[in-house]
């Protein structure tokens, strides 16, 4: 029988990137004047009319995020994906803490945005790497959205390259999510051909 987390943990990768662009949005909503083009991400979690509502959302999101990052882990295949699923996870640690290190405390906040950042860019690449001859789109895609991240810090569009970014890493949770799905699927029916 299977665990409740082996159940609902693949769910989670829905979950996560859902609730942080549910709690993100309604934060912009009540940010008079947000701009991703002159404001970051993290500007939302030290106004005072939209903190609660974005620092709430990352803590959740990355609870969440770190809950499917295990569940992907004992999924992905042994070597380079493990590995990619693995730092997701670590990546997620020092994201969730934004929530509670905001621009407030800007150099701790520059520090955990940086190792979330650079972790995450790494399992992408990590996970697309591993999964390049098993599901060659899959694999693909994750390294496609780390070739997008990549790039980012040195473009000079800074606060917009931030939104990019985050915008990769939630796709790349939503897709990894699907293909979970598809194995699971797979591995349901395969009794049917065995």
Known sequence: MESLFERYGRHAGLVSPLVFLVFTLAAISNFLGYDPSTHYISDLGVNPHSAILFNVGVLLSGITGIAFSLHLWKRMPAGAAKSGAFL??????????????TEAAFAVHFILAIMFFSLALASLILVGA??????????????LMGALIMPLPFSGFHPLAEHVAVAAILAWSLI??????????????????M
């Open 88 to 101: 997701m996870g670590a990546a997620l640690m020092p994201f969730t803490l934004l929530s509670v290190f």
């Open 176 to 193: 990894m999510w699907a293909y979970l799905g598809r194995q699971n699927e797979y591995m349901r029916y395969e009794w049917i051909w």
């Open 130 to 143: 591993g999964l390049r001859f098993e599901d060659g789109r899959i694999g693909g895609f994750s390294l």
